[in-house]
C-alpha cells in the first residue's frame, strides 16, 4: 500500500503537476506583496489626500466605546472597520484587473503560438500535425469532388 502510494507520488511530482504549484504559490506571495505595497503606497495616499487627510486604514463606525477604570480596560471597543474594507476592495479590484490583463496576454501568445501559419513563434508538433492532417482531408475531398463530377 505504501510503496503504490509513493508511486502515485512521484508520477504527479514528476509529470510538473507539483512543480507548476509551487511555482504559482510563490509568485503568488510575491505578487501579494507587491500589490500591497501598491495599494497601501501608490493608491490610497492620493485617495487620502482627496478625502482631506483621511487615513482610511484607521476608519471605523464604534459601536460601543472602550470603558475603562483605574487605566485597565474594563470592556473592549466594539467597531466595524469600514477602512480596512476598503483597502481590501481596492486590493481586490487592482489583483484582478492585473490576472485579467495577464491572461489576456498569455492567451494571445498561446493563440499565436497554436497558429501554424505564424512563423514568428514555434507551433507544437501536435498541432502542427492536426493541421497538416486537415489540409490533406481538404485535398482529399477536393480531389473526390472533382471525380464525382466526371
Request: without cysteine; hydrophobic residues 50%; aromatic residues 8%.
Amino acid at each position: 500500500m505504501k510503496l503504490n502510494l509513493f508511486k502515485e507520488f512521484k508520477e504527479f511530482a514528476v509529470k510538473g503537476n507539483m512543480i507548476d504549484i509551487a511555482v504559482g504559490v510563490i509568485i503568488g506571495a510575491a505578487f501579494n506583496k507587491v500589490i500591497d505595497v501598491l495599494v497601501k503606497e501608490v493608491f490610497l495616499p492620493p485617495l487620502s489626500l482627496l478625502t482631506d487627510g483621511i487615513s482610511w486604514s484607521n476608519r471605523k463606525v464604534i459601536l460601543r466605546e472602550a470603558v475603562t477604570a483605574d487605566n485597565m480596560p474594563k470592556v473592549d471597543e466594539v467597531a466595524i472597520a469600514y477602512g480596512k474594507l476598503f483597502e481590501v476592495l481596492v486590493d481586490f479590484a487592482i489583483i484582478g484587473f492585473t490576472v485579467f490583463l495577464v491572461v489576456k496576454f498569455m492567451n494571445s501568445i498561446r493563440k499565436k503560438g497554436q497558429d501554424p501559419k505564424n512563423t514568428t513563434i514555434a507551433t507544437p508538433k501536435d498541432i502542427e500535425l492536426l493541421s497538416r492532417m486537415t489540409e490533406l482531408m481538404e485535398q482529399q475531398l477536393e480531389i473526390a469532388q472533382k471525380n464525382a463530377a466526371k
